[in-house]
């Protein structure tokens, strides 16, 4: 039986894959993903969550996103941005037209 396979981990890829009739979402992530934790993944059956005991059939769609990437905090940052608005000399610019907005802040 074949269905697309959608590996977002690392580099990612898309292909179409043979595997078993009757085989689980379950099985199929020990498979393709032996290092990983089913709870830390975002997988995906036809766009819409799934279960871990879906029995895939022919021509599924199946997307597996991490939902934690390797190296990102959880942590507020300690780093603080600042970015100083400079006084701004002369009359202030007219819109010439509804689209245009006026990005001078007075201060």
């Known amino acids: 039986m074949q269905i697309l396979f959608i590996n977002n981990d690392g580099s990612g890829f898309a292909d179409q894959i043979q595997i078993e009739a009757g085989t689980s979402v379950k099985t199929l992530f020990q498979q393709r993903l032996p290092h990983g934790r089913p709870q830390d993944y975002l997988i995906r059956v036809n766009r819409q969550p799934t279960t871990a005991g879906y029995v895939l059939q022919e ?3 199946v997307s597996i996103t991490p939902t934690k990437i390797e190296g ?12 100083p ?17 006026s990005t001078y802040l007075p201060f």
């Open 59 to 61: 021509g599924d769609r």
């Open 72 to 83: 990102a905090t959880n942590g507020p940052s300690n780093a603080i941005f600042s970015f």
């Open 85 to 101: 608005y400079p006084r701004l000399k002369g009359a202030r610019w007219e819109p010439d037209n509804a689209l245009t907005a």
